[in-house]
């Protein structure tokens, strides 16, 4: 939050919001869909490490860029 204006941080958090609920619907069709030809357990345990590897790639990215130059507000510089 620290990154958005004060006066934006409503509009930032309804996008993230949006967002976040979109792509919730989406993964959960997606999943009914893979149910229909794989057996669930298959489909939840593929998700599971789908989800995993991707929270991996953030935590390498986030640890790449916060090393990077700061800013004049003390974030790293985009």
Do not use: K, N, Y
């Amino acid at each position: 939050m620290d990154a958005v204006p004060r006066e934006l941080r409503g509009r930032a958090m309804t996008v993230h919001t949006a967002g976040l609920m979109t792509i919730q619907g989406i993964g959960m069709a997606l999943a009914g869909a893979a149910a229909e030809f794989w057996p669930v357990a298959t489909v939840v345990g593929g998700v599971g490490a789908l989800g995993t590897v991707c929270c991996l790639c953030l935590v390498l990215e986030v640890r790449r860029t916060a090393r990077g130059p700061m800013g004049e507000t003390g974030l790293t510089a985009i």
